[in-house]
């Protein structure tokens, strides 16, 4: 891992290329998905489907600034958005689906920290990312979470 200016830390030389396999978007046989949203996240959804957030989502506890979960097709366990192998709310897509497959950690040191999960097929695919992928991430994070996380 490299340490940058920002005082995160992210993963040296990892190549990434989403290839559209929708994996991330729901259930696999392994694993139960959580697809967590902000209020803020929520809210933006809501207005751009011109639906209630209960049509979609369901408030959820115990999970910090997230509060509430995404609802799922029933049968196949996808996200409602999923359409095929495209997200049908991508330009307000929540931050965790931003950050897949990256997920950023304050560890006890105080040091965030980006992981990438070994699930993703896009993983070592692509161009190798550099550091300012990984500050794009965690200042669109900071934007989002920064002063309520420091109690602002």
């Known amino acids: 891992m490299s340490q940058t200016k920002k005082g995160f830390r992210y993963p040296k030389g990892v190549c990434f290329q989403c290839t559209r396999c929708g994996l991330c978007c729901g259930d696999t046989k ?14 933006k959804i809501a207005e ?18 997230y509060v509430y979960e995404m609802r799922k097709t029933s049968e196949e ?18 931050l965790v689906c931003r950050f897949y497959p990256f997920k950023l950690v304050t ?7 980006f992981f990438c999960t070994g699930e993703c097929p896009g993983i070592g695919s692509g161009k190798k990312l550099e550091r300012k992928y990984f500050e ?6 900071y934007d989002q979470l920064g002063d309520r996380r420091r109690g602002g």
């Open 77 to 94: 366990g996808k996200c409602l958005f999923l359409e095929g192998m495209n997200c049908g709310i991508y330009g307000v897509r929540p």
């Open 48 to 65: 751009a489907v011109m639906k209630p957030v209960e049509a979609f989502a369901t408030e959820t506890t115990g999970h910090g600034l």
């Open 30 to 43: 392994s694993r139960t998905r959580r697809i967590l949203l902000l209020r803020e996240d929520a809210q």
């Open 107 to 113: 560890k006890k040191d105080g040091k965030p920290r």
């Open 136 to 141: 794009n991430l965690f200042n669109r994070a």
